[in-house]
């Protein structure tokens, strides 16, 4: 974790220092305010906007007459934060046109917004980004990555863009890389795993020999180098399940190091030993084919030069 994310911690709030809201119809934020926010004269809202107070995604925004969509969500902060900005925009950018914005996630921040964390996500980072150069700019969800894997991810800049996005995902998507550090040697240089996924009650997700209600997860990985205790991989997956590829790998014994949710590797980095390197997909709505990549953490080779 960098000076900079070690800061944007002090930021997080607790669910007794604020208020959430969902929005139901498009609106003017200060339209919602005054009509959810019972009992607060006009004047106060104002005030609440102008001292950031009013979080929208995990983003300040000052804006009376800024656009709130439908499933947004509205935080009232009780007191005014100690910080004039709850988040910055620095992000490592990787690309960006009218529609898209591409940047490469840094690990232990979270894509968006969950019930524990509401403002320092990659997704209000990038929302900041956008509205310092337009204030009344969009940012939309169109995939994710877990909280720590780094790498390659991307949000839309438009509605109609993202709503294509999400409808035809799979079908858009036409690479997914990733490396993968593993605990011990692979049988194989090369192979590929297909497996029915399902869910337990703590929300983990298992590999199971029956098909019926799982979700089928397939994933071919090469190997890239290897020691005594460790391979690294060149992984691609083609569905997009949930922890696929650290289920699937530690299915096998062979868990992704720094894992703590799927066995108890090793974390000789420590961090998730997983990054998103490339993710190669096409435009919804437009002749066009998008690439990004980025590159491998240097640290995922310091433990094979030992």
């Known amino acids: 974790m960098n000076k900079n994310e070690k800061r944007f911690q002090k930021v997080s709030f607790e669910p007794k ?45 000052h804006q009376f007459d800024y656009q709130v969509n439908v499933h947004d969500e509205i935080i009232i902060l009780k007191k005014r934060p100690h910080y004039k900005e709850l988040v910055n925009d620095d992000i490592h950018k990787i690309y960006e ?39 009344h700019a969009k940012c939309y969800v169109i995939h994710r990555l877990d909280k720590n894997t780094s790498g390659v991810l991307v949000f839309a800049k438009k509605l109609d863009v993202a709503k294509a996005f999400q409808e035809k995902w799979n079908e858009l998507v036409i690479k997914r890389g990733y490396y993968a550090i593993v605990t011990g040697k692979m049988k194989k240089e090369e192979d590929t795993f297909k497996d029915y996924l399902f869910k ?42 949930k922890n696929q590829i650290r289920v699937q790998l530690g299915h096998r014994g062979h868990y992704v190091i720094g894992d703590d949710k799927y066995g108890e590797p090793p974390n000789p980095i420590n961090r998730l030993g997983l990054h998103a390197y490339e993710l190669k997909i096409k435009h919804p709505l437009k002749d066009k084919i998008y690439d990004f990549k980025s ?7 310091s433990i094979f030069k030992r």
């Open 17 to 61: 220092d604020y208020k959430s809201y969902r929005v139901k119809n498009k609106t003017p934020l200060l339209d919602f305010l005054r009509e959810e926010v019972k009992g607060v004269s006009r004047n106060n809202l104002k005030s609440f906007l102008k001292y950031g107070q009013v979080l929208v995604n995990g983003v300040s925004v």
């Open 97 to 135: 046109d009218e529609d898209v914005i591409a940047i490469e996630k840094p690990e232990g921040i979270l894509s968006v917004a969950s019930d524990k964390e509401k403002v320092v996500t990659s997704y209000a980072k990038v929302s900041k980004y956008l509205m310092n150069k337009d204030k």
């Open 200 to 241: 337990n009650n703590l929300d983990l997700m298992y590999v199971d020999e029956r098909r019926k209600g799982g979700k089928l997860s397939i994933t071919h990985y090469k190997v890239m180098k290897t020691n005594s205790e460790y391979s690294l991989l060149d992984v691609s997956i083609m569905s997009g399940r």
């Open 295 to 301: 590159k491998m953490p240097d640290i995922f080779l």
